[in-house]
């Protein structure tokens, strides 16, 4: 089956760099969560977006920005990174609303950004 | 707000062994349940997950099952192999869905021969 694709899996910056994070979801699936998952910690949430539209916002930086597309694949871009921003990053989808929904989310394999 | 309480690790078992990783939630309403497993140096994989109050999900022999009045989702599995070492995460999303996923902290399991 398919499952939920993120490119790049490995990513080294320098600091103050940018970085562009790529998901695609599992086709059918219209909706993007974003996490980051700090050494040793659980994932916290940074952003979702269904339809096209930013659905909601958690403890993601100003630096950071996302946005979902036509064909709802998603890209997170940070800019001015910095050490601590060196983690795991995760992308999860939902499959699209109907009245026997789930909203059960299936994550992607992560991409790990290094900031030297 | 929601959250997630779940013992804290590493828990170490002999191959075999009975193993029971204990969770319990705080959160309004019919949250559904979930346990991901993150193996060495991989993502996030669903393991199992219950929906409403007495369902019990069930997977490649682990099994939890949602208790309403107790809040917990105990994550057991009768018999452990040295393959099952992993962190283990217990999570929710809140009633109503599509809503982030809230995680506990973690277990690392090591499952020694």
């Known amino acids: 089956a398919a499952g939920v694709i993120q490119s790049p899996r490995h990513l080294i910056k320098e600091k103050r760099e940018t970085a562009t994070l790529k998901c695609y979801p599992i086709?059918?699936?219209?909706?993007v969560y974003w996490y980051q998952q700090g050494p040793g910690q659980d994932p916290q949430f940074l952003i979702s977006?269904?339809?096209?539209?930013?659905?909601d916002k958690g403890s993601i930086p100003d630096r950071f920005s996302a946005q979902q597309f036509s064909d709802y694949h998603s890209e997170l871009n940070m800019s001015s990174l910095e050490l601590g921003d060196s983690a795991l990053y995760f992308c999860?989808?939902?499959?699209?609303?109907?009245?026997?929904?789930?909203?059960?989310?299936?994550f992607g394999p992560g991409t790990r950004l290094t900031v030297l | 707000g929601n959250s997630v309480t779940q013992m804290e690790g590493p828990v170490t078992l002999s191959e075999e062994a009975f193993l029971t990783i204990n969770c319990t939630y705080t959160?309004?309403?019919?949250?559904?349940l979930f346990w991901y497993v993150q193996y060495p140096g991989e993502g996030l994989q669903l393991l199992l997950k219950?929906?409403?109050?007495?369902d019990k999900g069930s997977n490649k022999g682990f099994e939890a099952t949602y208790r309403k009045e107790t809040t917990s989702f105990h994550l057991e599995k009768g018999s452990v192999q040295v393959s099952d070492s992993a962190v283990y995460f217990c999570?929710?999303?809140?009633?109503?869905?599509?809503?982030?996923?809230?995680f506990g902290i973690g277990t690392k399991l090591q499952v020694i021969p």
């Open positions: 999570a929710l999303t809140p009633s109503g869905g599509y809503q982030k996923v809230t």
């Open positions: 959160a309004t309403g019919y949250p559904s």
């Open positions: 086709p059918r699936h219209d909706t």
């Open positions: 219950a929906t409403k109050a007495d």
């Open positions: 977006f269904y339809e096209k539209m930013q659905s």
């Open positions: 999860a989808s939902s499959p699209q609303r109907t009245p026997h929904r789930t909203d059960t989310q299936y």
